[in-house]
């Protein structure tokens, strides 16, 4: 009897599985080449992003993760090779995203309500007045911890304060996909467990789709579906795709940390980024006496 179950629950999955419609690409970018005159940063890089996935984008400094970020968000054009957002070519039209820039890039001539109303004036336009956009503003300000905050300029906050105010403003933006440049590195570690937290609850309930730069392993275990380790190559950046083995939004945070495949699965990133940073080095010159190489 218990077989039976087990076969019926089997088929059961299978079919599930069968009328599932498959998952769409959010982003497409195709044989991606991007550089400063001699200077190759991306080489031939291809990368899917699925709608709805939280991707994570590891590596060194300087291997390429925020210039990929940055030709995402048609800042940036590359040399060679097309990304497409809902089968739309960058080429031919600006991405609809929200970012969050490691600077911050607040208007410092404006508070940070004002900061975020004048992304949300330009999104919407004259959709909504200008006290519902400011009541909007406040909300997503209160969201990340800064109701007390929300007439102060950019002069006056803190750099965690001013982290949190642009990570509210591309909130706010509302658009489906988000773009985050090391987003929580200035934050203290409680505000930055919550807004982990946070960012997590807004991929699950909004489906919104994340591309997430960190150099922390264990936030990027936590917060992703997937996780792409850039590496510096002989010409241009490498990568290497690691598919997160567990469902995180099943598990509280303190049982997922001592987990034995949560300990396992971080010793496999280390393992990949120490290997690229190894081949970075064994591919130095070295330095001589004379100074030569540095």
């Given amino acids: 009897m218990v077989l039976l179950e087990r076969v019926e629950e ?10 599932r419609p498959p998952i769409k690409n959010k982003i497409e970018a195709k044989n991606i080449q991007f550089g400063y005159q001699d200077v190759r940063i991306l080489n031939d890089i291809s990368m899917d992003v699925q709608e709805g996935e939280f991707l994570v984008l590891m590596g060194p400094s300087g291997c390429g993760k925020s210039t990929f970020l940055r030709l995402l968000a048609g800042l940036e054009q590359p040399n060679a090779g097309d990304i497409t957002i809902d089968d739309v070519s960058l080429q031919t039209q600006a991405p609809d995203c929200g970012v969050v820039f490691q600077d911050y ?23 909504k007045k200008k006290q519902a956009l400011q009541q909007l503003a406040e909300d997503y300000l209160k969201l990340v911890n800064l109701g007390h905050a929300i007439t102060k300029y950019p002069g006056q906050m803190s750099g965690g304060m001013k982290q949190r105010a642009a990570i509210a403003r591309a909130l706010a933006y509302g658009s489906d996909l988000l773009l985050m440049d090391e987003p929580f590195g200035a934050l203290d570690p409680i505000t930055r ?98 100074g030569a190489g540095i």
């Fill in 10 to 19: 089997h088929d059961n999955n299978d079919l599930e599985e069968a009328i």
């Fill in 105 to 127: 890039s607040l208007f410092p001539w404006l508070t940070a309500r004002n900061n975020i109303v004048l992304a949300l004036k330009q999104k919407l336009g004259k959709a």
């Fill in 193 to 290: 467990i919550q807004l982990q937290d946070l960012m997590l609850q807004i991929s699950r309930e909004q489906k919104r789709t994340i591309v997430f730069v960190t150099h922390d392993a264990d936030e990027a275990i936590y917060l992703a579906d997937r996780i792409i380790m850039f590496g510096l190559g002989k010409e241009g950046a490498v990568t290497t795709s690691l598919e997160v083995p567990f469902k995180r939004k099943t598990t509280n945070r303190k049982k997922l940390l001592e987990s034995e495949e949560f300990l396992t699965f971080r010793d496999k990133v280390y393992e990949v980024m120490n290997k690229e940073i190894l081949n970075q080095i064994d591919e130095t010159s070295l330095v001589t006496a004379d």
